[in-house]
Structures are given as structure tokens and as C-alpha cells.
């Protein structure tokens, strides 16, 4: 009753105030691509998490965060029970320390240990030789510590942004990274810190580490490089580590307000409550390539293709690569709209899971398992040279909004 009544008030006042909202500097902005990278596990996130997931009745928001850190990477989360133990804080942590390798404190940190972490490496090798300049948020100071020991033994110049950034500092080290446009240099940014006001376009790949459960917060983090004196083409990659909480943070946001409106900001109020069978989803970890894309019931099998080219005249298999390739630029646009209003109107119930993230079938999903259109998928997100043996599913959406 309240939301209605707000909007009622909303339209009344329209008439009378003249708002000019970002939306309207879009059209003459660069292209942007955004990718939903999704990442496999390692079984050392597969153990720690099921773990995790064993314990949902004691303290739920305080497990979720340790999920989070989890499918960062469990070094981040071994380091916070350790500290915890030795702090003497009361909390048991000894089941969920059971469920790392022994000794696992003493070992370096291994790469190989999340999916993401693996991914990201290849990833900013790849940029280097790109000579593309990176910006990479995340919502964990850890893991921000974490990312930034990484980026400097492969040889990167990192600058950082976070909440410890003296404020007289943080608009020269912006100033620097970009005027330098140095492929050298990274820059680390807090989502919340950094997710407001700053102008990065010395960059033109941003990669969102991790997701917040407001979408809002991502939307803005990720506009950082995409904005007013941006002269190239945008590349933002969100990376997700499949089957677990971070799939359950997307799919919420998608629900909630639309992934558009990830990308673009609405009029829309976002509540962070979690209601009891939600909860029981949270905490459910599922061994699969993309969660997501199982929801949706998709007829895709993840080549590529929007649903009325599947249940349509154009095949993608039976055009040779120069008409497929040229294909995707024609229709990304055009299509995208009418895919989403009229297929789906006609073949969802609404009552079915998949039709509150109706707005992922404007996107064009894609799998491994389809070596011709995952290479496709590769070339255009800059990762043709690329094994990404941890990838296991992706999403892409080419716009001009």
C-alpha cells in the first residue's frame, strides 16, 4: 500500500519538478558490453561451503558473509576463523576449520583455490597485452588485500581506493591513473567507497570481483568507467562463482528490480529482507555449470542464441562464422525487446521461477560446450588467447542504452 501510494505522489509531482537523470547522457556515450562470468569451485570451496551450509540454523546473515568470503576465495575466510579462535570470541569454529586441508594456514595461497581468483589471473594477463587499462571492485577490504598482493607479484602497479583512503589523497590518485593510462597500472576500488562520483575512464575493462545483495550499489561501482569523457568502448565483467551464494545475490537482484536495471538506474525502492524459504535457498549449494541459467528453462543450450532465433528461421548453426558473427551485431539491438515481451509472454507461466528473470533472455548465454560460439563469445570479450578452463558458463549483453 505504501509503494502505491509513493508512486501516486511520485506522478502527481512530476508535473511540477524537471528532473535530468543519467539516462539521458547514455545515448551519446561509447558501447558497452557486460558479461556474467561464472566460475566453477574448486573443492576446497566445495568443502568449506557445504560446511557452511550444514550450519544455517545458528546464525544465518553471519554465515552468509562467510559464504561470500568463501567463494572469493577460502584463504580469505580461513584467516578470518583463525583470528577468531585466537581471539577467543566464544564463537565454535572448529567444524567449519575441519573442512579445510590440514595445514592449510601454513600454505602459501593457492591460486587454484577459487575459480575466480584463477579466472582473474588470466584475465589481467590478458589485458596487459591488451594494453587495456583495468579497474577492479570489490565489497571485502580482504579481498581487496588479497587481489592487490596478486596484481604486484605479477607485476602490476597497483593503486588503490577504499574506506582507509585519506579523502585529500583519493582525487590524485584518480588524476593519475587517468592521465598515465599506463596497461601497468590497476586500480583497486572498494564498491562502497569508490562507488559514488569517481570518474574512471582512464580504464575501459572493469571487472566486479564479487556482487552486493543491493543492486543499486553494483550498478553505480560499475558506472565508474562508463561516463561522460569515455572515448572507447566499454568492457565490464561481473564474476561469479557458480552453484553458490553469489548466484543467489544475482538471481535476488534480477528478481527484484530486472537485470536492465543493474546496468540503469530506476525509480525503484530495494528491500534487503530474506524471508525463511529464501533463507533455505541461500544455503543451498548446487553442483551445476550455471544455477542461473537452469532456472530460466531456457531452450539456448547455451550457444548463443535469443529464443525466437531458436524457435525461429535463424539457426545459428547452419550460417557460416561471417554471417553468424555478423548476425549478433544486427540483432543484438533490435531484438532484444521483442524477445523478452512477446516469446516470453506467450511461454512462461508467471507463476514459474523462471519468469521473475525474464530480463536474461535479452541477454545471449553461452557454454563451453559449444566450441564455435564460446570462441565467438572469447573474441569479443577479449579473451581469444585465453584457455579459461574455469569458466563454466557466461551471459553477454552488447548495449547502447
Given at each position: 500500500?505504501?509503494?502505491?501510494?509513493a508512486?501516486?505522489?511520485?506522478?502527481?509531482?512530476?508535473?511540477?519538478?524537471?528532473?535530468?537523470?543519467?539516462?539521458?547522457?547514455?545515448?551519446?556515450?561509447?558501447?558497452?558490453?557486460?558479461?556474467?562470468?561464472?566460475?566453477?569451485?574448486?573443492?576446497?570451496?566445495?568443502?568449506?561451503?557445504?560446511?557452511?551450509?550444514a550450519?544455517m540454523?545458528?546464525?544465518?546473515?553471519?554465515?552468509?558473509?562467510m559464504?561470500?568470503?568463501?567463494?572469493?576465495?577460502?584463504?580469505?575466510?580461513?584467516?578470518?576463523?583463525?583470528?577468531?579462535?585466537?581471539?577467543d570470541?566464544?564463537?565454535?569454529?572448529?567444524?567449519?576449520?575441519?573442512?579445510?586441508?590440514?595445514?592449510?594456514?601454513?600454505?602459501?595461497v593457492?591460486?587454484a583455490?577459487?575459480?575466480?581468483?584463477?579466472v582473474?589471473?588470466?584475465?589481467?594477463?590478458?589485458?596487459?597485452q591488451?594494453?587495456e587499462?583495468?579497474?577492479?571492485?570489490?565489497?571485502?577490504?580482504?579481498?581487496?588485500?588479497?587481489?592487490?598482493?596478486?596484481?604486484?607479484?605479477?607485476?602490476?602497479?597497483?593503486l588503490?581506493?577504499d574506506?582507509?583512503?585519506?579523502?585529500?589523497?583519493?582525487?590524485?590518485?584518480?588524476?593519475?591513473?587517468?592521465?598515465?593510462?599506463n596497461?601497468?597500472?590497476?586500480?583497486?576500488?572498494?564498491?562502497?567507497?569508490?562507488?559514488?562520483?569517481?570518474?574512471?575512464?582512464?580504464?575501459?575493462?572493469?571487472?566486479?570481483?564479487?556482487?552486493?545483495?543491493?543492486?543499486?550499489?553494483?550498478?553505480?561501482?560499475?558506472a565508474?568507467?562508463w561516463?561522460?569523457?569515455?572515448?572507447?568502448?566499454?568492457?565490464?565483467?561481473?564474476?561469479?562463482?557458480?552453484?553458490?551464494v553469489?548466484?543467489?545475490?544475482?538471481?535476488?537482484?534480477?528478481?527484484?528490480?530486472?537485470?536492465?536495471?543493474?546496468?540503469?538506474?530506476?525509480?525503484?525502492?530495494?528491500?534487503?529482507?530474506?524471508?525463511?524459504?529464501?533463507?533455505?535457498?541461500?544455503?543451498?549449494?548446487n553442483?551445476?555449470?550455471?544455477?542461473?541459467?537452469?532456472?530460466?528453462?531456457?531452450?539456448?543450450?547455451?550457444?548463443?542464441?535469443?529464443?525466437?532465433?531458436?524457435?525461429?528461421?535463424?539457426?545459428?548453426?547452419?550460417?557460416?562464422?561471417?554471417?553468424?558473427?555478423?548476425?549478433?551485431?544486427?540483432?543484438?539491438?533490435?531484438k532484444?525487446?521483442?524477445?523478452?515481451?512477446?516469446?516470453?509472454?506467450?511461454?512462461?507461466?508467471k507463476?514459474?521461477?523462471?519468469?521473475?528473470?525474464?530480463?536474461?533472455?535479452?541477454?545471449?548465454?553461452?557454454s563451453?560446450?559449444?566450441?564455435d560460439?564460446?570462441?565467438?563469445?572469447?573474441?569479443?570479450?577479449?579473451?581469444?588467447?585465453?584457455?579459461?578452463?574455469?569458466?563454466?558458463?557466461?551471459?553477454?549483453?552488447?548495449s547502447k542504452?
Amino acid at each position: 500500500m505504501c509503494y502505491n501510494e509513493a508512486d501516486a505522489i511520485s506522478e502527481k509531482f512530476s508535473d511540477c519538478f524537471l528532473r535530468r537523470t543519467s539516462t539521458i547522457n547514455n545515448s551519446y556515450l561509447p558501447n558497452r558490453n557486460d558479461y556474467i562470468l561464472f566460475c566453477a569451485p574448486s573443492a576446497v570451496q566445495k568443502s568449506v561451503l557445504a560446511s557452511i551450509c550444514a550450519l544455517m540454523n545458528e546464525e544465518p546473515f553471519v554465515l552468509i558473509d562467510m559464504m561470500r568470503k568463501a567463494s572469493n576465495h577460502p584463504a580469505i575466510l580461513f584467516k578470518k576463523l583463525s583470528s577468531a579462535i585466537n581471539k577467543d570470541t566464544g564463537a565454535d569454529y572448529s567444524q567449519l576449520l575441519r573442512a579445510f586441508p590440514k595445514d592449510y594456514g601454513n600454505q602459501p595461497v593457492n591460486i587454484a583455490d577459487s575459480g575466480k581468483l584463477s579466472v582473474f589471473v588470466e584475465m589481467m594477463a590478458c589485458f596487459r597485452q591488451m594494453e587495456e587499462c583495468v579497474v577492479v571492485l570489490s565489497n571485502f577490504t580482504k579481498t581487496l588485500d588479497m587481489l592487490s598482493s596478486l596484481c604486484s607479484s605479477l607485476g602490476f602497479r597497483v593503486l588503490r581506493l577504499d574506506g582507509q583512503t585519506p579523502v585529500s589523497t583519493r582525487q590524485t590518485i584518480v588524476k593519475l591513473f587517468n592521465t598515465e593510462g599506463n596497461p601497468e597500472n590497476v586500480f583497486l576500488l572498494s564498491t562502497k567507497a569508490g562507488g559514488l562520483g569517481l570518474n574512471l575512464i582512464g580504464a575501459s575493462r572493469l571487472i566486479l570481483f564479487d556482487l552486493d545483495w543491493n543492486p543499486a550499489t553494483d550498478m553505480q561501482a560499475m558506472a565508474r568507467i562508463w561516463r561522460d569523457g569515455q572515448e572507447r568502448d566499454c568492457h565490464i565483467y561481473r564474476l561469479v562463482t557458480a552453484g553458490t551464494v553469489d548466484e543467489k545475490i544475482l538471481q535476488r537482484q534480477i528478481k527484484k528490480t530486472g537485470l536492465h536495471s543493474v546496468i540503469v538506474p530506476n525509480e525503484q525502492n530495494f528491500r534487503t529482507t530474506c524471508l525463511d524459504d529464501e533463507l533455505t535457498n541461500i544455503f543451498t549449494l548446487n553442483d551445476t555449470k550455471c544455477e542461473t541459467h537452469d532456472l530460466l528453462n531456457c531452450d539456448c543450450a547455451g550457444q548463443g542464441s535469443l529464443p525466437n532465433e531458436v524457435h525461429g528461421e535463424t539457426g545459428v548453426h547452419d550460417k557460416d562464422e561471417a554471417n553468424f558473427l555478423s548476425d549478433h551485431m544486427q540483432t543484438e539491438e533490435e531484438k532484444k525487446d521483442e524477445v523478452a515481451n512477446d516469446f516470453l509472454a506467450a511461454t512462461i507461466d508467471k507463476d514459474d521461477e523462471s519468469f521473475l528473470m525474464t530480463e536474461l533472455f535479452r541477454w545471449r548465454h553461452y557454454s563451453p560446450v559449444h566450441a564455435d560460439t564460446w570462441m565467438y563469445l572469447k573474441s569479443i570479450a577479449g579473451f581469444s588467447n585465453l584457455p579459461l578452463s574455469d569458466l563454466t558458463f557466461a551471459f553477454h549483453l552488447s548495449s547502447k542504452l
